[in-house]
């Protein structure tokens, strides 16, 4: 498989501030990739490094082979959608969406489709003439991935793309990403929330004070590093024979630590037990953020 993106012993600094220090990975072609790690872990300014607009301190990003500041050919290659909003309030969502198609050079017809698009995209077709300051978080949200996609790049860099939205557009988002996903696109996700790199990526980074803790697939990560899922039942009455069940047996509590939680549950189903709660605790990236970073992801 070809890497579409080789990042090399990237370092930044702001001041005596260490952003990011010293990551390299590779990104696949057509791969959704995340970057999973609290706010203040470097995301932000490795994604910047990675569109052109900020300069490492030292190391190398190469995107499609090509090192250094991208030229304006590739840099039409890429849609990113900052964490900050990058819309014009006093404009319409058409308008936007015109105008950062005309930076990317569509005109005429082609730009005319690519609106419609995005516009259908956002979910905005009948706000198309309103004035962006009047829309919700979420609205403002998707319209912001959709600028970034309106002249359809073959690489999307999306900086935290959910944060402050609602339910709906939330999930509207994730099923966006996965359709994109799905039309070979190759996606950089950064995100603080374990359950939406766990849903959107093929591999993901834990990143934390701009380094990688690790990196692989999700279900890699959890198996090396996110240790044991704990099953909990709490028992009608004791057993008449203890032995027969598996774990620590406290009154008629019941706590197993394993790596079968599915197995352990059947087998004390099985054993003649009745069971009035029962409780598991899957092993899951905030366990393997915890067991890596000695943090609670969601903490953070």
Known sequence: M?????ISDLHK????????DGISFEIIRGESFGLLGPNGAGKTTTLNMLSGLLEPDSGSVEIEGLAGAAPARLRREIGAAPQSLSL?????AEENLSFFGRLYGLSGKRLKERVGWALAFALLEDRKAERVKVFSGGMQRRLNMACALVHDPPLLLLDEPTVGVDPQSRNHIFESIEALKGEGR???YTTH????????????????????MALDKVDR??????????????????????????????GSQLRVETSEPLKVVARIASSGVKILKLMVDQADLESVFLNLTGRRLRDQ
């Open 2 to 6: 070809t890497a579409c993106i080789k």
């Open 13 to 20: 600094k702001f001041g005596d501030t260490t952003a990011v």
């Open 88 to 92: 014009y309030e006093e404009m319409t």
């Open 186 to 188: 190759t996606i950089v």
């Open 193 to 212: 929330y374990m359950e939406e790199a766990q849903r959107l990526c093929d591999r993901v980074a834990i990143i934390d004070q701009g380094k990688i």
């Open 221 to 250: 990560l959890i198996a090396s590093h996110g240790g044991a899922s704990v099953v909990e039942v709490t028992l009608a009455e004791p057993p008449a024979d203890p032995a027969a069940l598996p774990g620590k047996l406290t």
